[in-house]
């Protein structure tokens, strides 16, 4: 099976954000128990205290009949030390706590039916602002009819939640092991087809062998292509959101069908293979046990996509997916050169910093285009998220788990990129039989320029561009180690070596084999 290669140019999209979670603890007056709902506010209006027996217990008033929106929407006394509760719509936020805050609140709840979005506004309207304002899903807010009294009282809060994670132990595994191994078996997989050159197996075997060679031309096309597909992103997001699905589906099956397929084709049954006749792709006869196996990877990749937003399991099959299409694309796509490397690799270090730190000022949003095709545009009417990410939800108990099953993200570009870069210094390593240390001193740098990401990550408490780290931890050890071994010639530009090492790989690889 082989995937289109414009499916490769789909993983270099997604990088992580965090929204503006808090809680609101409802209470009935002159009892201590009560329940915690999510709110999502945001903190340029007012900040919320971080401990719960520091946030002021205030009565509600349930004014959810109105939006809020004009003077006559504001009953007789106003909410003297008191926290409205209106409906989302007809006006601005702005409009609404302003209102609110003239007339003695204490804070603002607004109820949504729609997804629950940070409430907007520009710097002077924060400067005006001196009170909280956050929104309350609408299913809350009917469960909270229910279960609480007409003298509810309500304290919102919003917990410090660590911003680094134990899931953040199993990302740096899941994008360590993806990039060594995709590293390894790529690198052996072309030492084994030097010698397959000599002697081939079956049609299969020929099929699994095919690859595809980077050239410049072809990194100028692939550079356009992400800038234009992010921008068409960021203006058309939900009439393009489902073919992104769509296309990860295909892609993911394909890396699944590649990566399961060396140890299905070692099985002792279902060798027998289709008989003679006219159809697609049949007409080849291929193997049952091929068949079988395209059907697995075809039901797992579906039912992926008919369960994508169940956050209690769905990220294990993303996960899985995610990894296999990752293992495909470093040993089908091959860059031949350590000049393609760096070509490539520098040039995709620009276009992330350019779209998550430079993008804020061109936008009206203040927004990176990054960070909203990630998350997923606020107006966005099918609320899709992008899947081209590994994700693991964090471990770590907290209230917040209430609002969203939160995760860490890490883009398939930021395993993809660098893992092509091990790839070419594994193959370098067998071609000139140096012992796998410019493979292993390029993984050990990744893993080091991840760690590194995790670190900005806590420091700065936003997301980061990880190829910022990245990039330079695993291009400038490579160099280091290739002029140390003083091969940096040959590692450059990958001529001279290869004609005269490729019988000496073939040979080695044949001798190794039981």
């Given at each position: 099976?082989?995937?289109?290669?414009?499916?490769?140019?789909?993983?270099?999209?997604?990088?992580?954000?965090?929204?503006?979670?808090?809680?609101?603890?409802?209470?009935?007056?002159?009892?201590?128990?009560?329940?915690?709902y999510c709110i999502f506010f945001n903190s340029q209006w007012a900040r919320l205290p971080q401990d719960l027996n520091k946030a002021s217990r205030l009565q509600i008033y349930d004014l959810t009949t109105s939006v809020l929106c004009s003077p006559s929407d504001v009953p007789e006394g106003g909410f003297p030390n008191l926290i409205p509760m209106v409906m989302?719509?007809?006006?601005?936020?702005?409009?609404?706590?302003?209102?609110?805050?003239?007339?003695?609140?204490?804070?603002?709840?607004?109820?949504?039916?729609?997804?629950?979005?940070?409430?907007?506004?520009?710097?002077?309207?924060?400067?005006?602002?001196?009170?909280?304002?956050?929104?309350?899903?609408?299913?809350?807010?009917?469960?909270?009819?229910?279960?609480?009294?007409?003298?509810?009282?309500?304290?919102?809060?919003?917990?410090?939640?660590?911003?680094?994670?134990?899931?953040?132990?199993?990302?740096?595994?899941?994008?360590?092991?993806?990039?060594?191994?995709?590293?390894?078996?790529?690198?052996?997989?072309?030492?084994?087809?030097?010698?397959?050159?000599?002697?081939?197996?079956?049609?299969?075997?020929?099929?699994?062998?095919?690859?595809?060679?980077?050239?410049?031309?072809?990194?100028?096309?692939?550079?356009?292509?992400?800038?234009?597909?992010?921008?068409?992103?960021?203006?058309?997001?939900?009439?393009?959101?489902?073919?992104?699905?769509?296309?990860?589906?295909?892609?993911?099956?394909?890396?699944?069908?590649?990566?399961?397929?060396?140890?299905?084709?070692?099985?002792?049954?279902?060798?027998?293979?289709?008989?003679?006749?006219?159809?697609?792709?049949?007409?080849?006869?291929?193997?049952?046990?091929?068949?079988?196996?395209?059907?697995?990877?075809?039901?797992?990749?579906?039912?992926?996509?008919?369960?994508?937003?169940?956050?209690?399991?769905?990220?294990?099959?993303?996960?899985?997916?995610?990894?296999?299409?990752?293992?495909?694309?470093?040993?089908?796509?091959?860059l031949p050169t350590f000049k393609a490397c760096t070509l490539l690799l520098s040039v995709l270090f620009v276009y992330d910093v350019f779209f998550v730190f430079i993008t804020p000022f061109l936008t009206k949003s203040g927004e990176s285009i990054m960070v909203e095709v990630a998350a997923g545009p606020s107006d966005s009417y099918a609320h899709e998220k992008?899947?081209?990410?590994?994700?693991?939800?964090?471990?770590?108990?907290?209230?917040?788990?209430?609002?969203?099953?939160?995760?860490?993200?890490?883009?398939?570009?930021?395993?993809?990129?660098?893992?092509?870069?091990?790839?070419?210094?594994?193959?370098?390593?067998?071609?000139?039989?140096?012992?796998?240390?410019?493979?292993?001193?390029?993984?050990?740098?990744?893993?080091?320029?991840?760690?590194?990401?995790?670190?900005?990550?806590?420091?700065?408490?936003?997301?980061?561009?990880?190829?910022?780290?990245?990039?330079?931890?695993?291009?400038?050890?490579?160099?280091?180690?290739?002029?140390?071994?003083?091969?940096?010639?040959?590692?450059?530009?990958?001529?001279?070596?290869?004609?005269?090492?490729?019988?000496?790989?073939?040979?080695?690889?044949?001798?190794?084999?039981?």
């Amino acid at each position: 099976m082989r995937v289109p290669d414009t499916l490769f140019w789909a993983a270099f999209l997604i990088q992580k954000v965090v929204g503006e979670y808090g809680m609101a603890h409802f209470s009935d007056e002159g009892k201590s128990r009560g329940k915690d709902y999510c709110i999502f506010f945001n903190s340029q209006w007012a900040r919320l205290p971080q401990d719960l027996n520091k946030a002021s217990r205030l009565q509600i008033y349930d004014l959810t009949t109105s939006v809020l929106c004009s003077p006559s929407d504001v009953p007789e006394g106003g909410f003297p030390n008191l926290i409205p509760m209106v409906m989302r719509g007809n006006c601005t936020f702005y409009e609404k706590v302003r209102l609110a805050q003239i007339n003695g609140a204490k804070a603002l709840l607004i109820v949504s039916k729609d997804r629950l979005t940070p409430p907007a506004g520009n710097k002077s309207q924060y400067e005006e602002i001196d009170i909280p304002v956050a929104l309350l899903s609408y299913s809350d807010m009917l469960d909270i009819g229910k279960t609480f009294g007409k003298g509810r009282l309500v304290a919102m809060y919003a917990p410090n939640e660590p911003v680094l994670d134990y899931n953040m132990v199993i990302i740096f595994l899941m994008a360590v092991g993806t990039v060594a191994v995709g590293g390894y078996w790529a690198g052996s997989r072309d030492s084994k087809k030097r010698y397959m050159k000599h002697k081939r197996d079956d049609g299969a075997e020929k099929q699994d062998e095919e690859t595809v060679d980077v050239t410049p031309i072809m990194i100028c096309v692939f550079v356009v292509m992400c800038c234009s597909m992010l921008v068409l992103l960021y203006f058309f997001y939900d009439y393009l959101a489902i073919w992104v699905i769509a296309i990860f589906c295909l892609a993911s099956s394909v890396g699944l069908h590649s990566c399961l397929w060396p140890f299905v084709r070692r099985l002792p049954f279902c060798k027998c293979r289709v008989p003679e006749n006219n159809l697609p792709y049949l007409h080849t006869r291929p193997q049952v046990r091929m068949l079988l196996l395209s059907a697995f990877c075809i039901a797992v990749s579906g039912t992926w996509m008919v369960f994508r937003n169940e956050d209690q399991w769905a990220w294990v099959l993303q996960d899985t997916l995610g990894i296999a299409f990752c293992l495909y694309m470093l040993k089908t796509v091959r860059l031949p050169t350590f000049k393609a490397c760096t070509l490539l690799l520098s040039v995709l270090f620009v276009y992330d910093v350019f779209f998550v730190f430079i993008t804020p000022f061109l936008t009206k949003s203040g927004e990176s285009i990054m960070v909203e095709v990630a998350a997923g545009p606020s107006d966005s009417y099918a609320h899709e998220k992008l899947p081209m990410v590994l994700k693991v939800p964090r471990l770590n108990f907290s209230p917040l788990s209430l609002c969203d099953r939160p995760f860490s993200l890490l883009g398939f570009g930021d395993v993809l990129v660098p893992g092509l870069l091990v790839v070419y210094c594994h193959r370098f390593d067998i071609l000139t039989q140096s012992s796998r240390i410019y493979f292993v001193t390029c993984t050990i740098a990744y893993g080091i320029g991840l760690l590194i990401t995790f670190v900005a990550l806590a420091v700065m408490q936003m997301g980061q561009p990880a190829l910022l780290y990245l990039v330079p931890c695993t291009l400038l050890t490579s160099l280091a180690v290739a002029l140390w071994r003083r091969e940096l010639p040959q590692f450059w530009t990958g001529s001279g070596f290869v004609s005269a090492a490729e019988g000496s790989a073939a040979c080695q690889w044949h001798c190794s084999l039981p």
